[in-house]
């Protein structure tokens, strides 16, 4: 869908009255220059960006509060923003209005060692709370690759590679503070690890992108750093040997704390661009957490499951340089694909189905890559069902594209048919609003009033996740 | 709160016109008599029933639907009705209407053994399933004690004695399939094991105690049975002890499946009621999952850890039928701490704080509970900071009430300063409207919003949750 279609039938707001009692509040902390307004509308992915009005770099919830107030009053549209480092056209300011930057919300306001939690201010990301929390033996798990924002993993429900242990944000955020498109501060869930205590508004919360309200706090769950960690790779003749020695490996309950596929176009990418020599392969990437004597059980269980399905040359990485290479070129995976073929668009999406149907899922998908002569590398946290391509298209190729955007229905109602959903973790944004209508129909019907009871001007990062 | 305040300012409709099309729909399977209705109107609890005006024996989701789109019509409440299990007056029909009993709606509708799911009809309860389940070497883990209904455990987001291993009914429904406030039906969530696809409309549906809609049909998580199970049993000098080295456990990362607290108040009438002869000591009762090898890593760390805070005795139950005597004890508890003082009245309350407070917690709730001459036996699910008191009251002692009531006042008010909850896991029903509210503040307003937007008549369980 272009950024054009879902400008749908509400009509912009001016947005000068506003900015001019937003300047007022925040000074030099409001911004209209064009290159900051681009860079704000733009997330990392294929979807065309559009800038918001102006930028309001927020430094507290209170802050929040007041520019969202402002904005209610002339209902102006509201689009937060954490890295800018989502996957589905999410801050792109549709409608324009205020971009609400939370970057420099970057307080760490509590850590309890004792009840492993801490709460965070939005700004504050993935990488710089496990630095803040490296010396208490404590770490936060969920790993999206980039180094994103905590308030924007909560509003995008992120997850990445090691949810396969220590689940997603879903699981793992425990309260949250949120400014109400009318601009009340709401702090939602607690400290307690369980609570029969009304309506779940921190789930609620959790994964609605911007478009129930702004995320300012959040409180997480932390985990003491395992005992012992190792790392093994593993290549297999062919792509279904490895997909169903993951199948196998969350089959037999072991727990694995990461398993990662490659297909062998994506290890060719990363040995070019990490410096890497791995067999052009199919091939998983392992990781296994826990005592030393269960992690020397976990991988022994795993190595002779690899073995019966044909894989080969399980190595392990037991030093942490050597696992920081190997998760590092996995994180990289989606640079080095786009390295794969300069100059090329790259355009990531992905799904997630139960893991029975998964080798089929990846194997017909990989079918219809090849028949559609498009080059797009797999890769997939497989022991959720969920996998990822990054389709590499040449600008200004509109058959390509058409292609791409075939290959793509394809495989949603692919996965969707098999049980699954589509998306596994980049979320609707305004690129998979269609896909998410394929998923859950009538259900889709009840968002929207959930959507509509919260935000009843449509201001709260309009044109995402649910049209009103 | 007596039933009466609870009334609110809603008049009751007169439910005739809607029984009237309910018998044409239903012929015997509605039932207006005298007996059937007080059974549906009054829980386990100490809280006050009120019988509905009749009750509708559903049998499909079809039929659900078409039970709600006639009350609908004619504004009349709906209270949905399972085991009748809950604990805080949650079915009492407060303004009368239609309970809609789901325990004939007892199909296992699908069992993904591959992928570890199944779906299964509401009104399956734990226990049936669970012997479903028995020849395929998966189980269902979610035991609140009571052999619940699948759909109201989802309903009162359940959990129990295993929950800090397994996780609550928040963390093991994958989905559900509802009938709203105006008789649609909708599907929530999916079978994949994650997606950022949309509001979790799933998880907003779990704890909101049928004000929301009727659940009808629930997709769960299950487990592959552990291959080695061990349960042991601790005595302690003191209560301190035994809370000190449940904190412990947790904090080392053990991951214990069961950690139980009785209080020495409590294992005197467990072994009055099940026939037992433990030592009259605060008590904790273990259960370990895992290999073999894991299983006796477990043990050996929380036997050590045991043994520094005080405890004595570790016993080792092993074999099946020592371990289900163990948990048969304990599921009793509320059973025996009635028959500690026969003719009495039993309320039932639970709190649940961060674990660091656990101690001081139980520590000041007990010496209150003694100040007050009450007998009130303690018994918790101690990994996850959550313990529950029966408080065993002289039916028409108005004084001895009212100081329970203050003991209860104080032991939430202080829960809650500790940051916990008003209830880990009994919920909210009519009985802890006010502690809801003194727990989210300003969110509960936003829960009102919710429950407006998807009941904007108030007729699913009126008086629940929150005030209209």
Redesign the interface.
């Known amino acids: 869908m272009s950024v054009a279609e879902s400008h749908f039938d509400q009509p912009r707001v001016d947005p000068a009255p506003a900015i001019a009692e937003l300047e007022a509040l925040l000074g030099e902390r409001l911004s209209t220059a064009a290159a900051v307004r681009e860079q704000h509308g733009k997330d990392v992915s294929y979807h065309e960006g559009m800038p918001p009005d102006a930028v309001a770099f927020a430094e507290t919830t209170d802050e929040v509060a007041e520019i969202v107030r402002i904005c209610a009053r002339h209902k102006t549209p509201v689009v937060p923003f954490g890295t800018g480092t989502s996957l589905e056209g999410h801050i792109a300011a549709l409608r324009g209005g205020i971009c609400i930057d939370v970057s420099r919300m970057t307080a760490i306001l509590e850590v309890?060692q004792?009840?492993?939690?801490c709460r965070v201010q939005a700004g504050v990301t993935r990488k710089t709370l496990n630095e803040y929390l490296r010396d208490t033996g404590l770490f936060f798990p969920i790993d999206p690759g980039a180094d994103a924002s905590l308030g924007g993993m909560a509003a995008?429900?992120?997850?990445g590679t090691n949810?396969v242990r220590y689940?997603?944000m879903?699981?793992n955020v425990l309260g949250l503070t949120v400014v109400?498109a009318d601009g009340?501060?709401?702090?939602?869930g607690?400290?307690?690890?369980?609570?029969?205590?009304?309506?779940?508004?921190t789930?609620?919360f959790?994964?609605?992108e911007g478009t129930?309200g702004v995320i300012t706090e959040v409180q997480l769950r932390l985990?003491?750093v395992?005992e012992a960690t190792s790392a093994a790779i593993c290549h297999f003749a062919d792509l279904e040997g490895a997909v169903n020695t993951a199948?196998a490996t969350i089959?037999?309950?072991v727990p694995v704390a990461r398993i990662e596929l490659l297909d062998e176009v994506q290890v060719k990418a990363c040995n070019a661009y990490s410096k890497l020599s791995y067999p052009e392969k199919p091939t998983l990437f392992f990781e296994f957490h826990g005592?030393k004597?269960?992690v020397a059980?976990q991988a022994e269980t795993v190595g002779a499951l690899a073995e019966e399905f044909g894989g080969s040359g399980f190595q392990w990485a037991t030093r942490q340089e050597e696992r920081t290479a190997l998760w590092q070129a996995r994180h990289d995976a989606y640079w080095a694909a786009k390295a794969l073929k300069p100059g090329s668009e790259g355009w990531a999406t992905d799904v997630?189905?139960?893991?029975?149907r998964l080798a089929e899922c990846i194997l017909e998908t990989k079918r219809d890559i090849q028949e559609s002569g498009i080059l797009a590398p797999i890769v997939g946290h497989v022991g959720?069902?969920?996998f990822h391509l990054v389709y590499l298209l040449d600008p200004g190729d509109a058959a390509q594209h058409k292609a791409a955007e075939e290959v793509n229905d394809r495989m949603i109602a692919r996965a969707l048919k098999m049980?699954?959903?589509?998306?596994?973790?980049?979320?609707?944004g305004y690129g998979?609003m269609h896909?998410?209508q394929a998923?859950?129909?009538?259900?889709?019907?009840?968002?929207r009033?959930?959507?509509?009871?919260?935000d009843p001007d449509n201001i709260m990062n309009p044109g995402k996740?649910?049209r009103v």
């Open positions: 309890n004792e009840d492993l939690d995008t429900r992120a997850s949810a689940g997603t879903r699981e109400t009340r501060i709401v702090r939602t607690g400290r307690a690890r369980k609570s029969s205590a009304g309506y779940d508004l789930r609620l959790v994964g609605s129930l985990y003491g395992p199948i089959q037999t309950g005592t004597a269960g059980e997630c189905v139960p893991i029975s959720d069902g969920n049980g699954g959903t589509c998306t596994g973790e980049h979320g609707i998979k896909f998410l998923e859950h129909g009538e259900a889709v019907a009840l968002m009033q959930v959507k509509l009871a919260l996740v649910v």
